[in-house]
């Protein structure tokens, strides 16, 4: 049963940057046809994909996002991160690491990032 | 970009009522689509994967079906863990985007 967790500050200053870590357990982020993905929730509302790296090492992000966020993987501790860079207060959520096979079958229980000076 | 509706946005049952929630896409999403409860504080949890594919463990009340552009979940025999929020999400091409979401809640 693989098992995933977030971590990282849950403040973060308008203008810097945000940085995530998902660490998997009963998994391999370097193994295996899965994607190793963000998801991200404003508070009271949907769901926004944020984007993956696969277990190749190849990404893949959410335009609206693109420019700003890099998703990478260390296979030698077994985690896979999120840097978001020039937060701007629409981007208090929280965030969601997940692995997607079928769906995403695995979350995270999912960390509150608030941007605010 | 294939963006996502549902209807209704939420939606009054009873224990025991079948309910429907219906999913569209924009565009032919084939049978690209995933379906997701969250209840409050929690992650989403999958149930339908491939539009119409139980994931393990999930109870075989919930249901799904559809193919192209219109798709339903469909939970019969509604119990009293069901009552949460339900997100289609389309899974063919990037970005891979969630739709509005539709409540369920107790009548």
């Known amino acids: 049963q693989v098992q995933l967790q977030e971590s990282g500050p849950g403040i973060v200053k308008p203008s810097e940057t945000l940085s995530l870590t998902c660490t998997v357990s009963?998994?391999?982020?370097?193994?295996?046809?899965?994607?190793w993905s963000w998801i991200r929730q404003p508070p009271g509302k949907g769901l926004e994909w944020v984007g993956y790296?696969?277990?190749?090492?190849?990404?893949n992000y959410n335009p609206s996002l693109k420019s700003r966020v890099t998703i990478s993987a260390d296979t030698s501790k077994n985690q896979f991160s999120l840097k978001l860079t020039s937060v701007i207060a629409a981007d208090t959520a929280v965030y969601y690491c997940?692995?997607?096979?079928?769906?995403?079958?695995?979350w995270g229980q999912g960390t509150l990032v608030t941007v605010s000076s | 970009d294939s963006q996502m509706t549902q209807s209704p946005s939420s939606v009054s049952a009873s224990v025991g009522d079948t309910v429907t929630i219906t999913c569209r896409a924009s565009?032919?999403?084939?049978?690209?689509l995933a379906w997701y409860q969250q209840k409050p504080g929690k992650a989403p949890k999958l149930l339908i994967y491939?539009?119409?594919s139980l994931q393990s463990g999930v109870p075989s009340r919930f249901s799904g079906s559809g193919s192209g552009t219109d798709f339903t979940l469909t939970i019969s025999s509604l119990q009293p863990e069901d009552f949460a929020t339900y997100y289609c999400q389309r899974a063919n091409t990037f970005p891979f985007t969630f739709g509005p979401g539709t409540r369920v809640d107790i009548k």
């Open positions: 565009q032919d999403i084939n049978s690209w």
């Open positions: 790296v696969y277990s190749s090492g190849s990404t």
């Open positions: 997940a692995r997607d096979g079928h769906g995403y079958d695995s």
């Open positions: 009963g998994g391999s982020v370097g193994s295996g046809s899965y994607y």
């Open positions: 491939a539009a119409s």
